[in-house]
């Protein structure tokens, strides 16, 4: 059975997802997708849950959706890509992984991959030039590239393209990388084209009660319009808090804080009476929002440095259709992992495991009206 992946958040399902998984189909048997769960790599709260985001994944082509661990999805986009993509690898049953880039040139993805992998002294003395004056990592690390590379890195979809052929150079995969070119609007792009969106514009609509059912499927919009929504605002407070409980230690230790950012956070939390108010007051070229966001959410959620760089040590699944219980059937034989279906049978409590329970349980508190935790040990898996 030839299998394609795909990483994704689904935040929410869109028109523009259901033509990636389409392709994908054109190609294969089956296809695997790992998700984000409770939170996004945006820092926020996913707009909608988990399980509905597995079921709207499932009734538009998927046939077997993992959940990314937390303290992958709430990272980098170098660890991000590498979470999924060494998850994807262990499973033993992944031939190629499809994902969206704004350039079809595999080999100019390809070369800009092993260029970063590879770090030649010329490429890393301009990347330390560009960092000293005070340019954001992704911005200095385009510069420091050769031109015709520069223009590759200056958009989401490309950058995670790149990390995503790096990692399977570094894994040394056999998973073949298959990128589709973006169709009509960009990552961020808050105008629809057609009915294409990006998923930043659906979102903006649900957030408006605008209507948004031209740009997601229809079989997806019937789950979505019957759904709470979530919104990470409402634990604004608890995210103060936290951080003025902790100390500048502490802060340090957090996933991604570098450079005396502790101490800045700590400064701003002490004096600040929201979180907006402390983005704006910690926000900078070398630390955008998005990266800010992650961070305080991995301080409340006690994500370390280390633990975000671990290797995968388990498989959870959210849902599946008939092809996918015939994959979970060749993963038991294929994967090293313990593969989930029941989270109360999963006894060996690993720390990542345990912080996808904790950010289910804090996630529920941004659902409106807020729900009580414990979700993970009551919810099944979606099966079609």
Sequence with gaps: MKTTAIIAEYNPFHNGHLYQLKTARQTADAVIVIMSGAFVQRGDAAVFDKWTRARAALLNGADLVLELPTAYALSTAQRFAMGAVYSLELTGVVDGLCFGAETEDRELLTETARLLEDEPEEFSSALKRNLSSGLSYPAARSLALPEKMQNLLSSPNNILAVEYIRSLIRLKSRIKPLPLLRKDVGHHSPLPSGNIASATAVRSLIAKGED??????????????????????????????????????????????????????????????????????????????????????????????DISASSPDYLRVLGMNDTGKKLLAKMKHSSPLTVITKTADFKVRSEKFLLDIKASDIAALCRCPPSSGGLDFVQSPVIL
Aim: one cysteine or more.
């Design 212 to 305: 948004y059912s031209p740009y997601v499927p229809s079989c997806a919009f019937a789950l979505y319009k019957d759904c709470c929504i979530y919104d990470t605002a409402a634990i604004d407070t608890a995210v103060l808090a936290h951080l003025r409980l902790m100390s500048a230690a502490e802060l340090s230790l957090v996933s991604d804080v570098t450079e005396g950012l502790e101490n800045r956070l700590k400064s701003a939390a002490a004096s600040c009476i929201c979180v907006g108010e402390l983005l704006e007051a910690v926000k900078t070229k070398r630390y955008p929002l998005s990266r800010l966001r992650r961070i305080l959410l991995c301080a409340l959620l006690g994500i370390g440095k």
